[in-house]
């Protein structure tokens, strides 16, 4: 049976921030999970390295691992530190900055798609 998560150790303590690292002027992503129901990636971003306005197909909930970044959402920029988590509901356009060197967790719920339809990408 394959792994539902990858690139983690199963039935261990984890310290997320821990498992991705920052690069100078990049964004670093670690793919957790990535199915037809949900996704979970890990990012590190460099101080004020952004990705652009886009739409997601589900609702994703953003939580800061590390630093201080900015969530804008439907043109509303919300600032965010460790330890704070923000929804952004699905189809909302939005974009992430880096104000600081900053590490987030990205967990996408995507809808049900009913049989024989194609499922709809977290990042569209």
Do not use: W
Not at 13 to 39: F, K, M
Not at 42 to 51: H, S
Not at 85 to 100: D, F, G, T
Request: charged share 10%.
């Amino acid at each position: 049976m394959d792994a539902i998560l990858r690139h983690i150790c199963p039935s261990s303590v984890l310290d997320l921030a821990g498992e991705v690292d920052y690069q100078p002027e990049q964004i670093v992503s670690r793919t957790l999970v990535q199915n037809s129901a949900v996704s979970l990636t890990l990012f590190a971003f460099d101080q004020g390295e952004e990705i652009s306005t886009h739409q997601a197909g589900g609702d994703a909930l953003v939580t800061v691992l590390d630093g201080t970044g900015q969530v804008t959402i439907d043109g509303t920029p919300h600032t965010l530190a460790a330890g704070q988590s923000i929804v952004i509901p699905a189809q909302a356009p939005h974009a992430v900055l880096a104000l600081a060197p900053f590490k987030m967790s990205l967990l996408v719920v995507l809808p049900a798609t009913p049989p024989g339809s194609a499922p709809l990408a977290a990042g569209s």
